[in-house]
T-cell receptor
């Protein structure tokens, strides 16, 4: 079974709105990473948050991590049509060198 | 830098055939991995390597072999292709993080494989 699960599975919003995606995982981690995948393309790394960090920002992206709840959220502010993509969280469980991906959230941003 | 390259981009096989998917990186990354992505799903780890001469199994290793004779190359071999192996295959590479584990993964463009 996969380490991470994203919620919601799909999200549709208008340009200018904020988009929030959540990720839950099962075991203790070293770090958690978020990726974007445009349709039919490879994955692009967005942001990495370490297990001892609680919040991280990068441009319009804000990631939070709650290790007590084993969950993370990705917030995209002021969404644009170009943000339309699938978003995945991925974790390195502690004690392993395996990067395990979640199931992903499909985000559609309408102009 | 070319980053992570994968060949071929597309491949059609018949059941029972074997083939090798090529992956190369020019960033001197120690860590390399192979994933498969089925339609509408996330990525599942097939095999990974933390350095030349070292490989290990991921979540779905059956039917696949890997080797890592150099830092740059990490080929994935399908031993006897089956329709269930129809998927998009991604290779990725990374480097160690100071806090342990590994940093961001750099992904190749993928190989779209169909097994008839």
């Amino acid at each position: 079974s996969q380490q991470g699960e994203e919620d919601p599975q799909a999200l549709s919003i208008q340009e200018g709105e904020n988009a929030t995606m959540n990720c839950s995982y099962k075991t203790s981690i070293n770090n958690l990473q978020w990726y974007r995948q445009n349709s039919g393309r490879g994955l692009v790394h967005l942001i990495l948050i370490r297990s001892n960090e609680r919040e991280k920002h990068s441009g319009r992206l804000r990631v939070t991590l709650d290790t007590s709840k084993k969950s993370s959220s990705l917030l995209i502010t002021a969404s644009r049509a170009a943000d339309t993509a699938s978003y995945f969280c991925a974790t390195f469980p502690k004690g392993t060198d395996k990067l395990i991906f979640g199931t992903g959230t499909r985000l559609q941003v309408f102009p | 830098n070319a980053g992570v390259t994968q060949t071929p981009k597309f491949q059609v096989l018949k059941t029972g055939q074997s083939m090798t998917l090529q992956c190369a990186q020019d960033m001197n990354h120690e860590y390399m991995s192979w994933y498969r992505q089925d339609p509408g799903m996330g990525l599942r780890l097939i095999h990974y390597s933390v350095g030349a001469g070292i490989t290990d199994q991921g979540e779905v290793p059956n039917g696949y072999n890997v080797s890592r004779s150099t830092t740059e190359d990490f080929p994935l071999r399908l031993l006897s292709a089956a329709p269930s192996q129809t998927s998009v295959y991604f290779c990725a590479s990374s480097y160690p993080a100071t806090s342990g584990s590994y940093n961001e993964q750099f992904f190749g463009p993928g190989t779209r494989l169909t097994v008839l």
